[in-house]
Structures are given as structure tokens and as C-alpha cells.
């Protein structure tokens, strides 16, 4: 399975950036690490392992780039307005420097994202912000609502990167093109969130996969046993 790292400087973060890249060819798959995690995170914890058959077979490239969550949602240590700002500067690198260049250099107008945890928070919101540039959006064991992390907090950068509050009036049609899935765990911490979104999806029609998982709880071993089934689907 072919791997390359890259690294360079973000203008759009004004910090230097990580990613791998793994597979020759292929339909793109923009894999997000969980909360704190980094570009490693999905290789070290045998996730894009899983998928190995799909990558050395040329059916997709797998990108895992860096998260910032450290100075974003997670960074207490500045006010819940620079923090919901500093992920918005984040969506913008995935969408400027990851996405666009991707779709640029192999001719295609769309990607696929996914992600586990908080993962599969990044790319929801990624793909509902942005259903132009999203064929495929796969969520395993994700959350929908950050409302936690900014308090009593709200502002435009809040509302429009917390998907249960944006998605009920975002009416782009190619939301209804999106192929989604929905995946958690019987047993998962975030089988509430899904539940939630799933209704949501539900009410505007949207069509979508929900896949709760008997006997299973919010981990590793789950994700890994739905990365391949959904990759699948491609």
C-alpha cells in the first residue's frame, strides 16, 4: 500500500500542516482523526489498515490530514468566539488547500469524507456546509451539536459549524444528491446525537443509511469493521 507524507505551511492556518496520503489512484476519501488525534492518528490505530484492500486495489485514496481541535473547540484557554472562528479557518484549509487541490489534480468536481467520533463531526459539517463539494459522506459514531465547547456562546461561526442548527434550513440541493451513512453503536455514547440527526435527515426527506450496531460501543474496533462496508458503497 503505497503511503506519502506531506508537510507544508498553511496560509490559511499560518501554521505548518501534516498529511498522509495512501494509494496510487483512485476515488478521493478525506478521513478525519478524532478529537485530538493528528495525521498519524487513523494509520496508528489500524483504520486505513481495514481498507487496504480498497486502496491497493486503486478504488480510493485515502487523505488524513492534521487536526487543529487543540486550538479550536478544545482550547480553553481563549474565548468560545476565537475558538468557533479558529474552526472556521480550519474548514476553510480542508476546503482551499485539501479538497480543491485534490479535485484540480484528478479532474473531479467531488470527494468523499468520513471520520470517527469527533471525525465523523468534521466531516458532516464539512459536507453539509459544502454539498457541492461532497459525493459521499460516511459518519461513524459521530456528534452533531458543539454547543458545548462555547458555552453561553453563539454567534454566526457557531451556528453555521453546528449541523442540528444550520441543517433543518439548509435547502442546497445537492444535499439530496449525497450518498450518507449514518453509523453508531448500540451502545454508543453518541447513539443520542445520531438518533437526533438522523431525524433531522428524515424530516427534510434527505436520503440516508442508518446503521446502529448491535453489541457495540464507541471504539476502535467498531469503526474498523464499518470503514471497509461503507468504503464499499463507493
Known amino acids: 500500500m503505497k503511503e ?3 508537510k507544508w505551511y498553511s496560509p490559511t492556518l499560518s501554521k505548518d500542516i501534516e498529511m498522509l496520503v495512501f494509494g496510487h489512484s483512485g476515488y478521493p476519501v478525506i478521513l478525519f482523526p478524532t ?4 495525521h498519524n492518528e487513523c494509520k496508528d490505530m489500524k483504520l486505513v489498515e481495514s481498507v487496504r484492500w480498497f486502496v491497493e486495489q486503486g478504488k480510493v485514496q485515502i487523505y488524513c490530514p492534521d487536526g487543529i481541535n487543540e486550538l479550536s473547540w478544545y482550547n480553553k484557554q481563549i474565548h468560545p468566539a476565537q475558538r468557533a472562528k479558529n474552526h472556521n479557518w480550519y474548514d476553510q484549509f480542508i476546503l482551499n488547500e485539501v479538497v480543491n487541490s485534490i479535485c484540480h489534480e484528478k479532474g473531479l468536481s467531488k470527494v468523499a469524507v468520513a471520520g470517527p467520533s469527533f471525525g465523523g463531526y468534521q466531516a458532516s459539517n464539512f459536507a453539509f456546509k459544502h454539498p457541492d463539494k461532497v459525493s459521499h459522506m460516511f459518519s461513524m459514531s459521530g456528534a452533531f451539536d458543539i ?7 453563539y454567534d454566526d461561526n457557531v451556528f453555521f459549524n453546528n449541523p442540528i442548527d444550520y441543517l433543518p434550513g439548509n435547502n442546497h440541493p445537492d444535499l439530496w444528491k449525497m450518498k450518507i451513512i449514518l453509523g453508531v453503536g448500540e451502545w454508543d455514547i453518541c447513539l443520542e446525537a445520531n438518533d437526533k440527526m438522523a431525524k433531522i435527515l428524515h424530516d427534510k ?15 476502535w474496533p467498531l469503526w474498523r469493521q464499518m470503514f471497509p462496508e461503507y468504503l464499499s458503497k463507493l
Do not use: E, L
Open 35 to 38: 478529537t485530538m488525534g493528528k
Open 4 to 6: 506519502q507524507h506531506f
Open 205 to 219: 426527506n434527505i436520503p440516508f443509511w442508518y446503521d446502529v450496531r448491535k453489541w457495540a460501543k464507541h471504539d
Open 147 to 153: 454547543t458545548s465547547f462555547v458555552g453561553r456562546h
